[in-house]
Structure formats: C-alpha cells, structure tokens
C-alpha cells in the first residue's frame, strides 16, 4: 500500500491513467444488484412477519417518526428503509476512489487521502456499515438493529477524523536511524476498534451526547487544516458539507414534530435527513480529497 510522503516528487507524466468510468460502473452496477436484491427479499418476504420473534424497539409500538410502520411487512416503515442506499452509494464510491488510486502512480501535490488509498476504503465501508444498520433498523424496528444503527451513525465521523490525524502525522519515526512508518495500519486499526467499542456500549452512552462531539470533533480537525499553510483544501466543500446537514437536521425535526408530509407519502422527512447527512458525509470525503500539498 502507498502513503504519504510530503515531498515527494513524481511526474504527472508517470501516472497510470485510469478512467473515471470505471468507477461509475462499479458504482451503479453494485447498486443495481442490490436494489434487485432487496426487492426480491421483499417479495419473497411478504406476509410472513420474518421480524415476530425479534425483540422489539421501542419506536414499533411508539413511532418517533411520521412514516406509517407496516408491522407485518419486510421493511417495517418503506421510505426510511429504502433512503438508506444513500449512504451506500457514498461509501461505493469512496471506495472506488480508493481503488483508482491504488491503480495510479502520484504526484507530488496530491493529498494525503488521494496519496492513502487505504483512508478511502475505511470511509467507504464506514458508510456502507451506516447504511446497513440504519436500512435494518428501519426496516425491522428490532432491538438489536437499533443498536447497531446508532453505532453504525459514529462510524463515518470516526473515519474522517482519522483522515485528518493521518494527515498531521502520515508516518512516525521510532529512534534514530531514519526509519519511517506509516500511521495509516495504526489508525485504521485505531477506526475498527472504536466502531466495536461504540456498539458494544451503545446502551452506556447518549447519543445526543456522542454524535454532536463527533460532528464537531470533525468540524474543528477541518478548520485546524486550514491553519496549515503547507498544505490546501478546498472551504466550498467544507461550507456545503455544513449546509447539508443543517438542511438534514431542519427535515427531521420537523418529521419528528409531524410536520413534514403524512403517514403514506413516500416524501418523509427522516427520509431527507438520510439523504442530506449522506450528502454531508459525500461533501467531507470530496473535501479531504480536494487537499493539495
């Protein structure tokens, strides 16, 4: 695996080009096949109550949001369970970022994620496992999915929050004689450990305290990179990240208050908060990447 190595000098000349259509494909044929997975679930599924001997959360029989739950059915509450392929498309293309720029030699300016394949990858699957546990929990309205819906909302954040420290200390050198380590094995290690422990002890924390120490633990990493004067990145993806998730924030409450659309409409404000937080996210990936050295 590559890292970063301020200072190091290639051509442009040398880089292995790799069209960006190859990404799309992986993209949006990985998305095909699961959207026509989780239709045929659905199908196969219906009317045989596959959550009845879960253990229930709470929201069934207390619903927090507008949507009308369908407690018989495969995906409990429809349109809060299908928006969360939002956060699975953002996390198929940080991944596939990651792999074009594994496929490409580099130059000299690039950032410390374009220059880190591995950062790309642990955002990638941060955000599919988002996806995964809130499209479950939706969806089934269980216990367990609950927990690992909240969990899974941290995952994303703790990787960009890696992505700045890697960017601050993209190896370490241990004594005297001029060896060099990467921190990227370290704080991926570091990422897993703290998603595990998250989920693990969900039911000992607040997430209305975790989650806005998050945001801004990775809102003020992206304000200190910009103290750096070594190195730029660009604000506009930082203010629309911003702009996304104050939009997300405004749509769930009002969904919440029940204020946003009726039971059966598909346009549900939880749904909008699924999409403007991945947007978000999408946003704060696009601006570690913009970084040029």
């Known amino acids: 695996m590559n890292t970063y190595a301020p200072g190091s000098q290639r051509n442009d000349s040398d880089r292995i080009p790799v069209p960006h259509a190859a990404v799309h494909v992986f993209v949006w044929a990985a998305m095909a096949v699961l959207v026509l997975t989780l239709i045929a679930l659905s199908q ?5 109550k596959l959550w009845a001997g879960w253990r ?15 407690a018989d059915d495969v995906f409990r509450t429809r349109a809060n369970t ?24 580099f130059a000299a ?8 394949p591995a950062m790309s990858f642990l955002f990638g699957v ?17 216990r367990w999915a609950q927990q690992l819906d909240v969990a899974a909302m941290y995952a994303p954040l703790v990787a960009l ?19 060099a380590i990467a921190t990227w094995p370290i704080l991926t290690a570091l990422a897993l450990v703290t998603w595990f422990l998250l989920y693990r002890y969900k039911w000992s924390m607040s997430s209305r305290v975790v989650l806005p120490v998050l945001i801004v633990a990775v809102g003020g990493c992206a304000l200190l990179d910009q103290l750096q004067a070594r190195r730029r990145l660009s604000v506009h993806w930082l203010g629309l990240a911003g702009a996304m998730l104050a939009l997300g924030v405004i749509c769930r409450q009002l969904d919440v208050a029940g204020r946003f659309s009726g039971p059966d409409s598909w346009l549900q404000g939880h749904l909008f908060w699924h ?19």
């Open 275 to 293: 999409i403007f937080t991945s947007a978000s996210l999408g946003c704060m990936y696009l601006y570690h990447r913009s970084e040029i050295s």
């Open 126 to 142: 941060a955000c599919c496992y988002l996806g995964v546990g809130s499209g479950l929990f939706h969806a089934s309205l269980t």
């Open 56 to 70: 229930e959360s709470p929201e069934l029989r207390r619903p927090v949001y507008t949507e009308r739950i369908r």
């Open 82 to 105: 299908w928006s969360n392929l939002a956060y699975v498309l953002v996390g198929l293309y940080a991944i596939g970022f990651g792999w074009h720029d594994r496929r490409r030699k």
């Open 161 to 179: 929050i890696a992505m700045s420290m890697g960017r601050w200390r993209p190896v370490i050198r241990p004594g005297s004689k001029g060896l």
């Open 109 to 116: 300016e690039d950032g410390y994620v374009r220059y880190t």
């Open 44 to 48: 196969a599924g219906r009317g045989r």
